[in-house]
């Protein structure tokens, strides 16, 4: 309880502190540059009064970008650590696949952003969700690649002594000795995800969803110069990201509450 | 009993090679005896509990537990391993009946009977980490006794710990092996305890690893062994087996 507290005082105190230099900086642009061009970083209280005159049109986006990014987390856990762990404890397979993964994870996903956009119907909710899939998938791919492959070899022995099955093994031991670098790598996943979605979201839009997300309200603020709301965006784009991030702290912590004793 | 006749175990490495452990090994254990199997580091006697246990088929040779051709694992062989045999994610419970099907009141009883017996009452919930090396141990023991092993494999089970709670788990061991008349086969590099615990003694050596002596030890059995004249002596007779000459 008091870990939790201090933890939650500690992502308070951040956030003053954030929004102190934030103002000292609006300040400071104020005080050298010419109003016209001090404008592009309104304070925090300008961004924060366009809340409750837009809150609706920013809640609406702010819910198609959560459930896009939340989509494409799931989708990317439920494929890539089944198969991360499948070629990391599997010897045959490790030898024969790592080479292929690590050809792959490296090359940047954003290449293949405009073919996913024609494939998969440009500005269609099916290419965003799948160009962060594609960004996120080996991020977690790789990690549970790692973490299964490095799992200690008497875990994994004492097991198999007991009576447990290939199958039973990896629900029993692979997964859980791997969950904590799941974990990790899904810290970083969160935000590659929200990268890519913001990215997918500022691309063109057909026809106005009030659902198209924060990335197209930024998108569009900017282009009419209204700086409150794109810094109105932005936080909104924060409170997603802390939430979601709390959201997965609190996840590992029921999930591997023999790491927090 | 045990029965292994010729046994022949060698690991494939990269590029077709054969890394030979175990050449020609043959021994047999009586139900309800116990065998300690000395030997240096890295000679292949973990290797070899694990072919018992059923976890890595041989090249070549037989191995019979109670008449039947050892091909997979079993759960009437129990197999405690050095440190990380606890899952650290799993509690005491979930530790002490990992593998077993749980069929009614009457094998919860009997896991309930087995944690009381080793002190662990009360333990139910806790995890590996909230727990000492002594008490871990008994975890690993506990989940023997609860899948009513006839066969009890132990691959240097007590390496990691201080030496006397190393002593307090050795006469545990003992005693249970009395009260439950498991045939017990341990694997150890620990002169002392091989004689404290093994009523035969074997030693492995070389690389590929054989049996190079038998020592039997009739006199193990009661916690005073260990300061009896006899257990120094045997102690001292086995150690005269690894004596290098020095130039």
């Known amino acids: 309880m008091k870990a939790i507290r201090r933890q939650t005082l500690g992502y308070l105190l951040s956030v003053l502190v954030l929004l102190v230099l934030w103002q000292l900086l609006s300040w400071l642009l104020e005080a050298t540059l010419d109003p016209r061009r001090a404008r592009v970083l309104p304070g925090p209280l300008e961004a924060f009064l366009v809340f409750p005159r837009h809150w609706r049109e920013i809640g609406n986006h702010f819910l198609g970008t959560g459930a896009r990014l939340v989509a494409a987390l799931l989708l990317s856990l439920v494929t890539a650590v089944p198969l991360g762990l499948w070629v990391g404890h599997e010897r045959r397979v490790r030898e024969l696949l790592s080479p292929l993964i690590y050809t792959a994870y490296p090359i940047p996903k954003v290449v293949f952003w405009p073919i996913l956009f024609v494939l998969l119907g440009i500005g269609s909710e099916v290419s965003k969700v799948a160009f962060a899939v594609l960004v996120v998938f080996f991020q977690l791919l790789v990690s549970a690649r790692d973490a299964a492959a490095n799992v200690p070899k008497d875990y994994v022995l004492s097991a198999l002594a007991a009576g447990l099955s290939r199958p039973k093994v990896y629900w029993h031991v692979v997964l859980p000795a791997a969950l904590p670098a799941i974990f990790t790598s899904l810290r970083i996943s969160l935000g590659l995800g929200i990268f890519a979605i913001y990215l997918a979201e500022t691309a063109v839009q057909l026809g106005r969803s009030p659902y198209a997300g924060l990335g197209f309200y930024i998108n569009s603020s900017f282009k009419a110069f209204s700086f409150e709301s794109v810094f109105a965006g932005i936080v909104a784009i924060g409170i997603l990201g802390l939430g979601l991030y709390v959201l997965i702290e609190i996840a590992e912590r029921w999930l591997c509450r023999w790491k927090y004793l | ?247």
């Open chain 2, 1 to 247: 009993m045990i029965e292994v006749e010729d046994l022949h175990l060698a690991y494939p490495q990269a590029g077709g090679m054969e890394n030979p452990v175990l050449a020609g090994v043959s021994l047999r254990v009586e139900r309800g005896a116990s065998l300690a199997i000395l030997g240096p580091s890295g000679c292949g006697k973990s290797s070899f509990l694990y072919v018992l246990a059923g976890l890595i088929r041989p090249t070549s040779g037989r191995v019979e537990i109670d008449g039947h051709p050892v091909e997979k694992p079993r759960p009437e062989v129990a197999l405690i391993l050095q440190e990380t045999g606890l899952l650290p994610w799993k509690t005491v419970w979930q530790n002490a009946t990992l593998g077993l099907k749980l069929q009614g009141v009457a094998d919860v009883k009997r896991i309930k009977r087995a944690l009381r017996d080793l002190g662990l009452e009360g333990f139910e919930r806790r995890y590996p980490a909230q727990l000492s090396g002594g008490e871990k141990k008994r975890v690993s023991l506990a989940r023997a006794l609860a899948q009513d092993a006839t066969v009890l494999l132990m691959d240097e089970p007590l390496a990691a710990l201080d030496a006397l709670t190393k002593e307090q788990t050795q006469n545990l061991i003992l005693k249970l092996w009395h009260k439950h008349g498991f045939t017990l086969v341990l694997v150890t590099h620990d002169i002392e305890e091989a004689v404290f615990l093994g009523q035969r003694i074997v030693i492995f050596s070389g690389r590929p690893a054989r049996v190079v002596g038998t020592i039997p030890n009739p006199e193990m059995g009661d916690p005073a062994y260990r300061q009896s004249q006899t257990f120094f002596d045997r102690v001292r007779e086995v150690r005269s087996f690894f004596q290098v000459p020095t130039p």
